[in-house]
Nanobody
Framework: QVQLVESGGGLVQPGGSLRLSCAAS????????MGWYRQAPGKERELVAR???????NYADSVKGRFTISRDKAKNTVYLQMNALQPEDTAVYYC????????WGQGTQVTVSS
């Protein structure tokens, strides 16, 4: 059974940083393009970053230059380093394939507020 587990969220002040982790069981994250998605209250879920099998990355314009997606193949884990966080980054963050292939995990809440 495929399970994706996100962690690392929290409450942070504007300008702060967080690193999110996505761990998987029942599947290898290394054989597919993986992405980080987020869903803010009242909004649709959106893809904010993706990393291909070969390591190339793409970002939504809203996070470009502030967020960095990476993967640790040995740990079967994907990360999202988020810097210069802004209140509009407040959302529940999820990982999944691009395109999605597994059920959604519980996500991790990121709240940016002073």
């Amino acid at each position: 059974q495929v399970q994706l587990v996100e962690s690392g969220g929290g409450l942070v002040q504007p300008g702060g940083s967080l690193r999110l982790s996505c761990a998987a069981s029942g599947t290898s994250l290394n054989i597919r393009t993986m992405g980080w998605y987020r869903q803010a209250p009242g909004k649709e879920r959106e893809l904010v970053a993706r990393i291909a099998i070969g390591g190339s990355t793409n970002y939504a314009d809203s996070v470009k230059g502030r967020f960095t997606i990476s993967r640790d193949k040995a740990k079967n884990t994907v990360y999202l380093q988020m810097n210069a966080l802004q209140p509009e980054d407040t959302a529940v963050y999820y990982c999944n394939g691009v395109p999605t292939y597994a059920g959604w995990g519980q996500g991790t809440q990121v709240t940016v507020s002073s």
